[in-house]
């Protein structure tokens, strides 16, 4: 099941499953909210179907922006990283499970978020 990994504040993440359509915005009413100034009421929508993972935004004020680059809709690739307003995330695409304290081993780099390689954190070795 195709995920995002939410940095809801520095050094705080959540791992949001993907459904069918998951809307993002700042309203109560959205599947995933984010509460920032910089998030429209509503702001993006998710859309899986066929295997394939899209986003679009919703006519928001400040953008959405995949790789750093402003879309109006996009198919997602596994690691692409997202941003919302002030709220950064990186999208998912494998079936495979993590857990809340992988989804925490995030690295950011002022303006960047990065995942590290997961198969590395699992696999025990010399640090």
Do not use: Y
Request: glycine share 10%; net charge positive; charged share 25%.
């Amino acid at each position: 099941m195709p995920k995002l990994i939410v940095m809801t504040q520095p050094g705080k993440t959540k791992l949001v499953p993907l459904a069918a359509e998951t809307q993002i915005g700042r309203a109560t009413g959205n599947d995933l909210v984010i509460d920032s100034e910089r998030v429209s009421r509503f702001h993006a929508l998710v859309t899986v179907e066929n295997g394939a993972v899209w986003i679009r935004d919703l006519k928001s004020s400040n953008g959405t922006f995949v790789n750093g680059h402003r879309i109006v809709s996009r198919a997602l690739s596994n690691g692409d990283g997202i941003l919302i307003g002030d709220c950064q995330m990186r999208f998912l695409a494998g079936e495979q499970d993590v857990a809340p304290a992988e989804a925490l081993r995030l690295v950011t780099i002022p303006g960047v978020l990065t995942e590290l390689d997961l198969d590395k954190l699992r696999k025990p070795g010399p640090r």
